[in-house]
């Protein structure tokens, strides 16, 4: 049985947003709620990486762990997914979770949030597979019509990836493979030196990055 | 929306209780110098080792905030990694708690088995005494009410995953704890009012003096029969009125403020604090307060009128209260001797064990 996961390619991603907007438009998601988002580090500064994140489907995930009623379940692909009718919207979730996966549609005085919503992996919830309960909940199930995430389906740099473990780890170690092999060592065949150059190591003493944000 | 009164005050709790502290760190001018050197330790790192981004990763699990688009609550921290500290802090907390809860109950219901209700050695008299104006016992009640729906909630949230769940099942479950986590949130707030209250009323009686160590020193004569003689409120009532009361209940009123209102954009690791700090101060209060609950009630015969009808039986008073009742009898108390036929409510007479 296959093991599914995301990889997110740091030396590929280039901060488009494409796998946040797709997620939104394939399951039709609610203002305020993004299952997917990309985080740049030392944006603006030689050497600035971004990630793509959302619900990283966690072996022992705290998610599950934390949950007053139990709402969580692991599909055999090892994805893991919640049940809308049984969550409290009590919100552990969301502070246990590493990722800031879980989502809530409101966050109103007295501790109403509504109903939980994240990253299903397209994989949908516990309702029939593409029914329109399934649907309207949790979003499209891609996985019961053969496709794979939509974000990673459309990721342009292939940065994002979605789908078996196997099959991502050997795409990931041959990419890191040819990234060592080929090329020249001042010049890789691809990412970002090639794209924007070799940085230069900063000059001491070196101007704070970002300029203003200090 | 932060700079709403309430969002103010709910600010100045916060950083009057340290819970602050997260929100504090990622915005104090270190934390930003911590990450300007590991940008520039990135930049170093590309120049001579392209490819390998360690200080990039190091970064993230620093918990540094990051930029994003995507707008909401921390989207801009990648991975917050208390987040795993707090769901193994709460494993303990939980055990431990609800066997304290467990043990206190069972211990109570061993207790009465082998004790039954514990009675005065004297015949109830003709004379009562208003132990407790109308306005103490309002208050009282509105405590006791909202207390022990917290309660019996919170252990519905808290304990109701390995206790009820298996019991019910997982829709039945569910219900159940949508009622229990609405009812916590929307009767909670009204501590706010029904604390200081309670405090307000019942300071008066809860001076604490030398006598109140000798009491506890005597422990086994109360539950004996043999009293060490005690004020209006004895040692074990002002252990209640200053734990679970003044020091319990209103930290219990701030940490659940924290986490009932996430409309004020606290931090994630800023409620966990919340939480664990409610949680055992919950489960340490809910302890102490069966023990109150069971005295005031089952356990010694007469108490519970002092709660319904304010009056008690004279003879209670100088069993159980010796002080107070010599003073009632000196005329130094506020409270003075009524017959029970004059009384304006029909006062149950503490039930007598036969001489």
Not at chain 1, 17 to 35: F, L, M, S, Y
Not at chain 1, 164 to 189: C, F, H, K, Q, W
Not at chain 2, 52 to 59: A, H, L
Not at chain 2, 264 to 281: E, K
Request: with cysteine.
């Amino acid at each position: 049985m296959a093991r599914m996961k995301f990889l997110c390619d740091a030396e590929r991603c280039i901060e488009c947003n494409g796998c946040v907007t797709a997620c939104k438009q394939e399951h039709d998601i609610p203002w305020g709620v993004n299952r997917r988002r990309v985080v740049t580090i030392n944006d603006g500064v030689p050497g600035e990486r971004s990630i793509s994140v959302a619900c990283m489907h966690c072996s022992d995930a705290p998610c599950m762990a934390v949950c007053p009623v139990d709402c969580f379940y692991r599909t055999e692909e090892g994805i893991v997914l919640h049940d809308k009718d049984l969550c409290i919207g009590c919100g552990y979730c969301f502070y246990a979770c590493p990722f800031g996966a879980p989502q809530f549609p409101q966050a109103g005085a007295f501790g109403v949030r509504g109903k939980m919503d994240k990253c299903t992996f397209c994989a949908g919830g516990p309702e029939a597979n593409n029914s329109d309960a399934e649907y309207k909940k949790y979003g499209r199930n891609r996985l019961a019509e053969g496709k794979l995430p939509a974000c990673a389906e459309m990721c342009a740099t292939k940065a994002l990836l979605g789908g078996d473990s196997d099959v991502l780890s050997d795409i990931y170690r041959e990419r890191v493979t040819n990234r060592a092999a080929r090329g020249t060592p001042s010049m890789p065949p691809w990412g970002w030196d090639t794209a924007y150059g070799r940085p230069e190591a900063p000059k001491q003493p070196a101007a704070p990055p970002g300029g203003a944000k200090s | 929306m932060r700079s709403s009164p309430i969002g103010r005050t709910a600010g100045a709790l916060f950083a009057a209780l340290s819970f602050a502290a997260g929100l504090a760190a990622a915005q104090s001018p270190a934390v930003v110098a911590k990450e300007v050197d590991l940008a520039q330790q990135q930049q170093s790192q590309q120049a001579v080792q392209p490819l390998n981004n360690q200080p990039v990763w190091k970064e993230i699990r620093s918990g540094v905030p990051q930029i994003t688009t995507v707008q909401g609550r921390e989207t801009n921290i990648l991975i917050q990694s208390q987040g795993e500290t707090w769901r193994a802090v709460r494993v303990p907390i939980a055990f431990w708690g609800g066997l304290l809860f467990a043990l206190t109950v069972g211990g109570l219901a061993a207790f009465y088995m082998i004790r039954g209700t514990m009675s005065t050695q004297v015949k109830p008299g003709d004379r009562v005494i208003e132990r407790l104006t109308p306005a103490d016992r309002y208050a009282h009640w509105l405590m006791a009410i909202v207390w022990v729906t917290l309660g019996v909630t919170g252990l519905i949230l808290s304990l109701g995953k390995s206790v009820l769940l298996p019991l019910i099942g997982y829709t039945l479950f569910s219900w159940l704890a949508v009622l229990a986590k609405n009812l916590h949130n929307f009767i909670g707030p009204v501590l706010i009012v029904a604390v200081p209250w309670m405090i307000v009323r019942f300071i008066r009686y809860n001076g604490i003096s030398i006598d109140d160590f000798r009491w506890f020193a005597h422990l086994r004569g109360y539950f004996k029969g043999e009293e060490y003689p005690s004020g209006k409120f004895n040692a074990g009532e002002k252990l209640v009125f200053w734990l679970v009361l003044v020091v319990l209940s209103t930290t219990l009123v701030v940490s659940g403020l924290v986490l009932v209102f996430p409309n004020f954009d606290q931090t994630r690791s800023t409620m966990q604090v919340a939480n664990v700090v409610h949680m055992i101060a919950a489960y340490v209060a809910i302890a102490l307060a069966c023990v109150h609950i069971y005295l005031g009630t089952l356990g010694v015969s007469g108490t519970y009128a002092a709660m319904r009808d304010g009056y008690v039986d004279a003879t209670w008073a100088e069993h159980h209260h010796l002080r107070w009742y010599e003073d009632v009898v000196a005329g130094r108390a506020r409270e003075q001797f009524v017959q029970r036929e004059a009384a304006p409510v029909a006062v149950a007479a503490a039930r007598a064990k036969p001489a």
